[in-house]
């Protein structure tokens, strides 16, 4: 196989959802792409044109869809496995690289694997907000489909207390509605109830709304699958309509 034909994966992001977030270089790889990887509603956004395969799968099957990337590219295919957001943040960059150990296949060792950055749905909504995350954070998944809920409060309770500025992703869904209240619970204890917090959904889309309130006056149906959570420290403050965090740290 020659250097042009030699496939690869790209695990591209796609950004919070405005087309205009999509990075030149995404869209680059994009137009040279054979095939396209990823969730359903991810792959919906990308446009249909002769010689572009769509795989489009359900969420679930992150390694399955990564090993199908991965075979491929093996063939010597030019696979764009997308996400939204940025690739490497709860996403599908982790799942293919997971794919590649657990083949064992000293072949695939070898492919061309890149990762290109996107534009993140907590980095979108902090914009739209001002400048919550201006000093030291946490990206916290409130999901528990990977990894047990007690750990979850561990990590809320302990960045709370350690005055990190918090973006939570997933916070509430119908299967687990009960879990964002606790999480709201324990962000009361841990960082007090006159802390911002913000809700934003739909960023970067048109039905887009933006809320900022205390957490004492924070309610869990503030929050769903479509909303980021950001969550500010002792020193996150309002500014006319924008919410910032300084630059600088006071003891907490």
Known sequence: MTQTDAGWVKIVGLGPGNET?????????????????GYIPYVKRIPE???????????????????????????????????????????????????LEVANNPDWLDL???????????????A???APMGHDFAAIN???????????????????EAGFAMGFYNP??????????RALEILREACGGETLISFARDVSKPGE???????DEAKPEMADMRT???????????????VYTPRYATEG
């Open 21 to 37: 977030m999509v990075t030149v270089q995404v869209q680059d790889v994009l137009a040279e792409a054979t095939d396209v990887v």
């Open 49 to 99: 044109r002769p010689g572009l395969t769509l795989h489009a799968t359900d969420n679930r099957v992150e390694i399955e869809r990564a090993t199908h990337a991965l075979e491929m590219a093996a063939a010597g295919k030019r696979v764009a496995v997308v996400s939204s957001g940025d690739p490497g943040v709860f996403a599908m960059a982790s799942a293919v690289f997971e794919a």
């Open 112 to 126: 061309d694997i890149q990762v290109l950055p996107g534009i993140t749905a907590m980095l979108a909504a902090s």
């Open 128 to 130: 739209r907000i001002g």
């Open 142 to 160: 409130l999901s528990d489909n990977l990894k047990p809920w007690s750990l979850i409060e561990k990590r809320l309770r302990l960045a709370g």
């Open 172 to 181: 509430r869904s119908k299967s687990r509605p009960h879990q964002f209240g």
């Open 209 to 215: 709304t933006i809320t900022t309130v205390t957490l």
């Open 228 to 242: 980021v959570v950001i969550v500010g420290n002792a020193d996150t403050r309002r500014v006319g309509r924008h």
